[in-house]
């Protein structure tokens, strides 16, 4: 598939928002870091990538184009991890702090935006094969009160794979420029605060007969999660998941008395503000996102999550199927296009070899996940975007591409 097709599978982060403090500019003369590491090929696994095919090694040379190329989107620096039967390989591009030109760490944290979405998913999953959440439970059946009766067609399920039809946002602050996030970062929200910036309008579409990738789908799936479980969604995700994975760099600021900054090594985000100069936003408080796309987490945790997810390690076959299942083919997006997001991931098709995985993006950082179902092929990438409006799709286009080259 040629990169025009690839745009239209829509394999990008989602566009979104972010915060944190002050820098002055970018360190004169940082040198860029470039790491490669070739890893010998695994032994390859008997069942292919779902379109016939059996893949090659991964291409050094063409990952590592992919990610040194910091000028399209600009970035100061970033991460991938290319892993699965196929064979492996990892690189770093760039610095992870412009103010000290400290090279780009394979492990080092970062805010992966909506790639907590996935977590979420996985979680509500797990609940309804314990027989304590009902996915086509009406969501006012777990959160009366919160949602106006008018909006009681909606289930838990169309929550998850975001054809709920729930209105725009209203109140929230604008954001539209570098300047006004640096003035935002620091701002506290409560997820019923977020919940009440949709509840005047009506719904946009019946609920199930559409979809559009909504954030606030999710954060209100994690309310239903507390509700449940009596406990904050992320100490829920915590004990279901990062504590059996051993996924020490992943942490939920909400469950964490809503912390701004990030501890141990880490990318630095980054908007260069209306002048030209830089403005370091890694501190930042995450309360305005909340499940929608707070976590912080590392590549090498992600792929760990994503070996584990795939293999059926942290839901059985009945419930996995549905992360593997879009909405039947009358249910296509709302400007038209075909349907492409499940229950807590996206999918698209790249070379001929389908992925399934998901995007995140938040102020200065971009990152996603993706393998196909077989696992010949995993990759995890994250980078950290300079421009506030810039299209962040390039970066991910490059790197699908190199990864699925036959």
């Given at each position: 598939?040629?990169?025009?097709?690839?745009?239209?599978?829509?394999?990008?982060?989602?566009?979104?928002?972010?915060?944190?403090?002050?820098?002055?500019?970018?360190?004169?003369?940082?040198?860029?870091?470039?790491?490669?590491?070739?890893?010998?090929?695994?032994?390859?696994?008997?069942?292919?990538?779902?379109?016939?095919?059996?893949?090659?090694?991964?291409?050094?040379?063409?990952?590592?184009?992919?990610?040194?190329?910091?000028?399209?989107?600009?970035?100061?620096?970033?991460?991938?991890?290319?892993?699965?039967?196929?064979?492996?390989?990892?690189?770093?591009?760039?610095?992870?702090?412009?103010?000290?030109?400290?090279?780009?760490?394979?492990?080092?944290?970062?805010?992966?935006?909506?790639?907590?979405?996935?977590?979420?998913?996985?979680?509500?999953?797990?609940?309804?094969?314990?027989?304590?959440?009902?996915?086509?439970?009406?969501?006012?059946?777990?959160?009366?009160?919160?949602?106006?009766?008018?909006?009681?067609?909606?289930?838990?399920?169309?929550?998850?794979?975001?054809?709920?039809?729930?209105?725009?946002?209203?109140?929230?602050?604008?954001?539209?420029?570098?300047?006004?996030?640096?003035?935002?970062?620091?701002?506290?929200?409560?997820?019923?605060?977020?919940?009440?910036?949709?509840?005047?309008?009506?719904?946009?579409?019946?609920?199930?007969?559409?979809?559009?990738?909504?954030?606030?789908?999710?954060?209100?799936?994690?309310?239903?999660?507390?509700?449940?479980?009596?406990?904050?969604?992320?100490?829920?995700?915590?004990?279901?998941?990062?504590?059996?994975?051993?996924?020490?760099?992943?942490?939920?600021?909400?469950?964490?008395?809503?912390?701004?900054?990030?501890?141990?090594?880490?990318?630095?985000?980054?908007?260069?503000?209306?002048?030209?100069?830089?403005?370091?936003?890694?501190?930042?408080?995450?309360?305005?996102?909340?499940?929608?796309?707070?976590?912080?987490?590392?590549?090498?945790?992600?792929?760990?999550?994503?070996?584990?997810?795939?293999?059926?390690?942290?839901?059985?076959?009945?419930?996995?199927?549905?992360?593997?299942?879009?909405?039947?083919?009358?249910?296509?997006?709302?400007?038209?296009?075909?349907?492409?997001?499940?229950?807590?991931?996206?999918?698209?098709?790249?070379?001929?070899?389908?992925?399934?995985?998901?995007?995140?993006?938040?102020?200065?950082?971009?990152?996603?996940?993706?393998?196909?179902?077989?696992?010949?092929?995993?990759l995890v990438w994250s980078f950290t975007p300079l421009q506030l409006d810039a299209d962040q799709s390039p970066m991910a286009q490059r790197i699908a591409e190199a990864a699925t080259l036959r």
């Amino acid at each position: 598939m040629t990169s025009s097709s690839l745009s239209r599978s829509r394999l990008s982060t989602a566009r979104r928002p972010s915060r944190r403090s002050l820098l002055a500019g970018v360190a004169s003369g940082a040198a860029l870091a470039a790491v490669g590491t070739p890893v010998p090929v695994a032994a390859a696994d008997s069942r292919d990538t779902g379109s016939g095919h059996r893949l090659p090694p991964p291409d050094a040379g063409a990952l590592r184009a992919a990610i040194d190329d910091l000028a399209h989107p600009r970035a100061s620096g970033a991460q991938l991890r290319v892993t699965g039967s196929a064979g492996r390989w990892y690189g770093t591009s760039g610095v992870s702090d412009p103010a000290t030109g400290r090279p780009v760490g394979l492990n080092d944290k970062v805010r992966a935006g909506s790639v907590t979405k996935a977590f979420v998913a996985t979680a509500a999953l797990q609940l309804a094969d314990e027989g304590r959440l009902r996915l086509e439970s009406p969501v006012r059946h777990y959160l009366p009160g919160l949602l106006p009766e008018r909006f009681g067609a909606i289930t838990v399920a169309q929550l998850l794979d975001h054809t709920s039809g729930l209105p725009d946002h209203v109140g929230l602050p604008d954001r539209s420029t570098p300047e006004a996030v640096v003035r935002h970062r620091f701002d506290r929200w409560t997820p019923q605060q977020i919940v009440a910036t949709v509840t005047g309008g009506e719904l946009k579409f019946r609920p199930g007969s559409k979809q559009e990738y909504r954030g606030i789908n999710y954060v209100l799936a994690a309310l239903v999660i507390e509700q449940v479980t009596g406990r904050p969604y992320g100490v829920e995700i915590r004990n279901r998941i990062l504590r059996p994975l051993r996924l020490g760099h992943t942490s939920f600021p909400s469950a964490n008395g809503n912390e701004v900054s990030i501890h141990g090594p880490h990318m630095h985000g980054c908007l260069e503000m209306s002048d030209g100069t830089l403005t370091d936003i890694t501190e930042f408080d995450m309360s305005s996102t909340y499940a929608d796309g707070e976590i912080v987490t590392s590549t090498g945790d992600l792929h760990r999550f994503l070996a584990a997810l795939f293999s059926g390690a942290l839901l059985p076959q009945r419930q996995l199927r549905r992360m593997f299942t879009l909405p039947p083919a009358h249910v296509r997006m709302i400007d038209g296009t075909p349907a492409r997001y499940s229950t807590g991931l996206q999918t698209a098709t790249v070379n001929g070899v389908t992925l399934w995985g998901k995007t995140g993006q938040y102020y200065g950082y971009a990152t996603g996940m993706f393998a196909t179902r077989d696992q010949q092929r995993r990759l995890v990438w994250s980078f950290t975007p300079l421009q506030l409006d810039a299209d962040q799709s390039p970066m991910a286009q490059r790197i699908a591409e190199a990864a699925t080259l036959r």
